[in-house]
């Protein structure tokens, strides 16, 4: 009876250790599967910072590209429109010369006479000159009497009463305007022609036909 008993314990003991390892083997397994997971998102982490090290490069050349075309626009400019502060103080000389030959024609001292007309002749020379001058280096006046207003060129000052223009006309430039190149240095002053009031006049019939009475 006692070797029965001793028997069964060992069996049961061998069962219960087949059993303990038949366990822990897919823990094994499972432990296997976790570390396999693991390289693999380790293996993708690596591949991202790839990518993001790629994109970040891409975009560095990208905006170095950006940079070196800014930098040849505004070589060009530069060169092309270096001077376009001194020409457009350069136009004061002109403006000074239109109106001293102005002061001058209304001097009534000097009206009609030939010191005058030498005068105006020689101002007429230096103002000739500087359009020369500038018409060599791109700059160039903007045609006005008798243009429609074009508010990309012209700067309408007064409006002046004319039938005989169509309403918009340019009829008197008080300043002439000028560009450089394709761009606008200053825009001429001008006075534009207006239909006449049809109220205006009856009312100057009347006022006249009231003082013949």
């Known amino acids: 009876m006692e070797k029965d008993q001793n028997q069964n314990q060992q069996e049961n003991i061998s069962e219960e250790t087949n059993k303990s390892e038949s366990l822990s083997e897919p823990n ?6 976790d570390e396999e997971s693991s390289n693999k998102t380790k293996e993708k982490s690596q591949e991202e910072k790839i990518l993001e090290l790629e994109d970040k490069v891409a975009r560095t050349f990208a ?32 403006d000074n010369l239109e109106r001293s030959k102005q002061i001058l024609k209304n001097d009534d001292e ?11 002749d020689h101002l007429d020379i230096i103002y000739k000159d500087l359009i020369s001058i500038f018409l060599k280096n791109n700059i160039k006046p903007i045609e006005s009497l008798n243009k429609k207003l074009d508010p990309n060129l ?17 009829i008197q430039e008080i300043q002439k305007g000028f560009t450089i ?25 009347n006022e006249e036909n009231f003082k013949q009475k």
């Open 154 to 170: 012209h700067q309408a000052m007064m409006e002046i009463e004319d039938d005989q223009k169509e309403p918009g006309t340019i």
């Open 110 to 120: 000097l009206k009609n006479s030939n010191t005058l007309k030498k005068t105006l």
């Open 63 to 94: 905006e170095m590209e950006n940079q070196r075309r800014r930098y040849e626009k505004e070589k060009e400019d530069a060169y092309e429109y270096g001077g376009f502060t001194f020409a457009k103080e350069a136009l004061s000389v002109l």
């Open 28 to 33: 094994i397994k499972d432990t296997n599967v």
């Open 181 to 205: 190149k394709d761009r606008l240095l200053r825009p001429s002053l001008v006075g534009v022609s207006k239909k006449i009031d049809q109220k205006d006049i009856k009312d100057g019939e």
